[in-house]
């Protein structure tokens, strides 16, 4: 009845203070963002499709971290397109890929008078990935009627609990159960947290028999209200969750250390970050030794009295070296070893773990202890930012190429790619080298043709999307050697060159 008489306020800020929708973002180009007007100008509806596709994670670490830099920036939005539906895609894009805590500091930028479907939608699904349920709440009062679903439904209710509304909140919540829109897994849950709302407290046994998926929902609100997930339903979940599991600030430290890995080498986490999660085990009281063990060896990669024995704590650490986020944990440590040919047969994943963190200048004091045509030469022959430190012949190459044991020689293919994509081999040994693998680089496909473009007008964010776009996948077997080309040659050319050579790096490491 209040929104048919026009009593519900539209606004619930003083109009001198609402906030402009244009130029939307966190980072500024002063604090390492894109300019505001780099996108105003391109094609609105090539902006879309980029930020529409690019609905999954981001093989590449380094892809990952600049497809977030361009996402966040402060950005008026291309001509032609809301302003709102362009954060929106912006804030949907994040989500997917991950960075939950990113999207919701995005769509905290928009006021809630402002909010539409599309970025209600985005919105909440980056409070619900990092537990932040109160969080949807201005929206969720200020514009009730964006969504009808169950999930929209429960969070009315606990926000009614949480503004003192009880009784209203309590009836809404048995409401939603007993006509079915929700179910009683999903209802149990809102009750045991809208409970912890002042005089709302009251006991809410939640059982899982008979459930059978575990939703961002589930999930979530298991970690908030302390419940503890069936380990059949969370063994089966999507790593997705092993990523809210970061980002949940209730997830409890062990659980947090043991999502560490993957949220590392996907690029959430920094190695610093991932330190201190170490770090915190390591000082907590909460904790066996036996939990402490891993974080030990990181200690002792530090501190121990030679840098054998530190060396030797950080080959525990990578066990079998399948786990990229083990070598962005040791980046530093890494970097803090003396270089000495004693530790040449371990040089390779010594710079992987570097270069996992940027530490290119740290990488490159071992070019002089490294064979040409090894791993090691390979990463730091594509890491070199001057190309004087480490030299690049087709000679070199070709004893790459000899020496390669990996599935189809995919590293090799990945090294000329790359070397090809920073300029650094003359077109002929490129395309001798390629035929010899039977690779193709050069094909066009609309996607090449197209951040081949917006390399060409020097359109660094443009440039960044579709990098993200083309490296949209969970593993490396998904990426190819000439998406790979265009990608670093994209980069280099707009100038974007120190993000192009840790991706060609990483694809060595990884492919």
């Known amino acids: 009845m209040n929104e048919v008489l026009g009593l519900r306020p539209k606004f619930d800020i003083p109009a001198a203070a ?59 939005a291309p001509e032609g397109m809301d302003p709102v539906l362009f954060a929106a895609l912006r804030t949907r894009t994040l989500g997917a890929m991950g960075e939950g805590a990113v999207a919701r500091a995005l769509a905290q930028d928009i006021d809630g008078s402002n909010y539409d479907r599309a970025l209600s939608d985005a919105a909440f699904d980056a409070y619900v990935a990092t537990g932040d349920i109160l969080g949807m709440c201005p929206v969720a009062r200020l514009q009730s009627d964006l969504r009808e679903d169950a999930e929209w439904e429960l969070v009315q209710g606990i926000c009614s609990a949480y503004l003192g509304e009880t009784r209203g909140a309590n009836r809404r919540l048995e409401r939603a159960l007993g006509t079915g829109l929700a179910s009683e897994i999903d209802v149990r849950l809102a009750q045991r947290f809208a409970g912890a709302a002042g005089e709302g407290s009251r006991a809410v046994n939640v059982e899982w028999d008979g459930v059978e998926e575990l939703t961002p929902w589930r999930h979530s609100l298991a970690r908030v209200v302390g419940a503890e997930v069936p380990e059949d ?102 970097a ?97 080298l390629a035929n010899e693998l039977g690779v193709n680089l050069t094909r066009s496909t609309a996607w090449s043709s197209k951040i081949s473009r917006a390399a ?29 080309y265009h990608v670093v040659s994209a980069l280099n050319r707009v100038g974007l060159s120190a993000e192009a050579r840790m991706i060609a790096a990483e694809a060595v490491a990884r492919g």
């Open 456 to 484: 060409q007008v020097e359109n660094r964010p443009l440039v960044s999307l579709l990098v993200g776009l083309g490296m949209q996948g969970s593993s490396w077997e998904r990426m190819t050697p000439r998406h790979l």
């Open 18 to 76: 609402r906030r402009s929708v244009a130029q939307v973002g966190l980072l500024s180009y002063a604090e390492g963002g894109f300019p505001v007007r780099s996108l105003a100008g391109q094609p609105a509806a090539l902006v879309r499709a980029a930020l529409e596709a690019s609905n999954g994670p981001v093989i590449s670490r380094w892809g990952h971290i600049l497809l977030r830099r361009a996402l966040a920036s402060r950005l008026d």
């Open 233 to 334: 339903l969370r063994s089966s979940a999507s790593s997705s969750f092993d990523l809210s599991e970061v980002l949940i600030p209730a997830t409890p430290l062990d659980a947090r250390i043991a999502s560490a890995d993957l949220a590392g080498a996907r690029g959430l986490l920094s190695a610093s970050a991932m330190v201190d999660l170490y770090s915190q085990l390591w000082e907590s009281d909460a904790y066996s030794r036996d939990d402490k063990i891993n974080a030990g060896l990181l200690r002792a990669a530090y501190v121990a009295g030679s840098a054998a024995e530190r060396l030797s704590a950080m080959r525990q650490l990578w066990g079998d070296g399948a786990d990229y986020g083990r070598l962005v944990l040791t980046s530093y440590a890494a």
């Open 336 to 432: 803090r070893l003396p270089v000495s040919q004693d530790l040449a047969a371990d040089v390779a994943p010594l710079i992987a773990s570097m270069l996992a963190a940027g530490l290119d200048r740290n990488a490159l004091r071992w070019a002089g202890i490294v064979p040409e045509g090894s791993e090691a030469w390979a990463m730091l022959a594509l890491a070199d930012a001057s190309g004087n430190t480490v030299g690049v012949d087709v000679g070199a190459v070709e004893d790459f190429l000899d020496e390669d044991t990996s599935s189809e020689r995919r590293k090799s293919a990945f090294l000329i790619a790359g070397l090809a994509g920073l300029g650094k081999l003359e077109s002929d040994d490129t395309a001798d």
